[in-house]
């Protein structure tokens, strides 16, 4: 029979995707959750109590300031979370060997080692996480309807937008902008109940940056990149979904760029499924790449081609375990989502990137994407 690891976690749930998923509730600050023998517990203060019990019905409840309060009579200056771990695991007859997650609170770790507690990092912390129920299933759909929608006004406003004599595209009277469609974007997605952050709308030459959020004025007739990553406010887990467009006329080049970054994507997509390596279906892409003419390489002292991976897990953190890289280890397993989001980049033509969601099964991938694909607008 294996033996039942005793968990610790001290994190806020706003922003610490375990604690998160150990408790099912926001937390602004940080707070003890424990599993001990299987039974998960956590310390709240006065002003969590009630919405903890309503929240986390699946935890036991226990006050921080019951804790306190025994420990501040024996030793005032002694009331700290180290302490109340030490009373709880005492109170349980518990074992003082704790797991904790690879980004556990250092200065924490060395009280808890004072008091002779000893933590170890358990580097597959919630590996569990990995593989999605059915109902995770569908809070990841839910959030990336988010990221459509705002993919969907995106659109809307390039469509609409005037292009001037000299290619700038102008939106209801003024020059439409990075920053101007970031925040029609951004909008659309709150309104629909999510928060995007960083979203990215590069044109030109900005978007063969794959991480550059984009600025100033877009123009038509050039190569546009649009990627958007929401979380949902209700549930925190993310969709996410990229599409490049042009506004106006694509160039043959960067027509022949962007059918060859859609084709790498339907090659990934008929690779993935249960058992198969993750670094195989990445180095199948670069392969494809290759033999289309489109070399990987730094010139003029940057990278040009195809230099990240071909996709990340997605779920209650926007890149997550599993990766879909040429480092990536291991094989894919049912019931995990990926992103796949191959891409070619050259200065002198632009950037292509188009990026859907896959449901990994044991005979396929099932697309969780609806969003259509076009490149001219």
């Known amino acids: 029979m294996p033996r039942i690891e005793n968990l610790l976690i001290v994190a806020d749930s706003d922003h610490d995707a375990n604690m998160l998923y150990a ?140 292009i001037s004599r000299d290619r700038r595209l102008m939106y209801r009277g003024a020059p439409l902008t990075s920053e101007k469609l970031r925040s029609i974007i951004d909008c659309a997605i709150l309104q629909a109940g999510g928060l995007a952050a960083h979203t990215i709308v590069a044109g030109g030459k900005q978007g063969c940056d794959p991480h550059e959020a984009g600025h100033g004025q877009l123009f038509a007739n050039e190569l546009l990149i ?23 006329r694509a160039s043959e080049t960067a027509r022949k760029l962007y059918d060859t970054v859609l084709r790498a994507q339907m090659l990934a997509f008929d690779k993935i499924r249960a058992d198969v390596p993750t670094a195989e279906i990445h180095g199948a892409v670069q392969q494809f790449f290759v033999q289309q003419g489109y070399k990987t390489a730094r010139h003029n002292g ?47 033509i632009g950037g292509v990137r188009i990026e859907d969601v896959a449901l990994v099964t044991a005979r396929a991938a099932r697309n969780l994407t609806q969003f259509e694909k076009v490149l001219e607008l």
Do not use: W
């Open 226 to 248: 649009i990627d958007i990553f929401p979380r949902s406010q209700k549930t925190g887990y993310f969709g996410d979904i990229t599409r490049t467009v042009v506004r106006g």
């Open 23 to 162: 408790t099912g509730m926001f937390v602004p600050d940080p707070f003890i959750y424990l599993r001990l023998r299987g039974k998960n517990f956590i310390v709240m203060s006065d002003l969590e109590m009630d919405r903890a019990r309503r929240q986390a019905e699946h935890c036991r409840v226990l006050s921080l300031s019951r804790y306190q309060k025994q420990l501040a009579d024996r030793h005032p200056k002694r009331t700290g979370y180290a302490h109340v771990i030490e009373s709880i695991l005492k109170e349980k007859r518990v074992q003082p060997l704790l797991f904790v997650p690879a980004n556990f609170p250092l200065g924490l770790a060395r009280e808890l080692k004072r008091l002779k507690i000893k933590v170890k990092v358990k580097t597959d912390f919630f590996s569990e996480r990995e593989i999605k129920s059915v109902e995770e299933v569908k809070k990841i759909s839910a959030a990336l309807m988010m990221a459509e929608v705002g993919m969907a006004e995106a659109m809307q406003a390039l469509k609409s937008a005037k």
């Open 302 to 348: 940057r990278m040009q081609g195809f230099f990240h991976g071909t996709g990340h897990g997605l779920g209650l953190e926007i890149h997550e375990a599993p990766r879909v890289g040429s480092t990536s280890r291991g094989v894919l397993k049912s019931g995990q989502i990926v992103t796949v989001e191959p891409g070619l980049y050259y200065p002198e």
